[in-house]
């Protein structure tokens, strides 16, 4: 296996990459709408994909939900592994703003800095920071 690449499926997909955008930063690429697609007909408007590339090696997958019966809802934990103390504690508080801390930032017996947030999705994201 080359690397593992998270595809999220989510409503208002186009608000939403934003919001990643604000939370992680990175940059918006390769966006294509369900637009003049046969099998996406009625769904017009709506992101068939886009990429949040954060990064050379951390890109985020992302569409907008084309079902009512797809989960909002899962047991799967997003890990990023953050560079600095400054930059889980600035994504923790973006994260943490419109969602649900599940556990508060905080020095773990590891030597890490960890926190899980549950964001305004119900994605849950689990903070890591291994200090030096």
């Given at each position: ?18 919001y ?27 992101y ?39 930059e ?14 599940e556990?508060?930032l ?27």
């Open positions: 296996m080359k690397k593992l690449v998270p595809h999220i499926r989510i409503e208002n997909c186009k608000e939403e990459v934003e990643y955008q604000q939370v992680f930063g990175g940059e918006i690429k390769n966006t294509q709408l369900a637009d003049g697609i046969e099998m996406f007909k009625g769904h017009e408007g709506k068939i994909h886009a990429e949040l590339h954060i990064n050379e090696e951390c890109i985020i997958n992302l569409a907008d939900v084309f079902s009512d019966e797809f989960p909002k809802d899962s047991n799967i934990l997003l890990g990023p592994d953050l560079e600095s103390e400054e889980i504690t600035a994504i923790y508080h973006k994260l943490a703003e419109e969602g649900k801390v556990m508060k905080q020095d773990t017996f590891w030597g890490a800095k960890h926190a899980i947030v549950k964001d305004r999705n119900g994605i849950s994201w689990e903070l890591n920071y291994t200090k030096q």
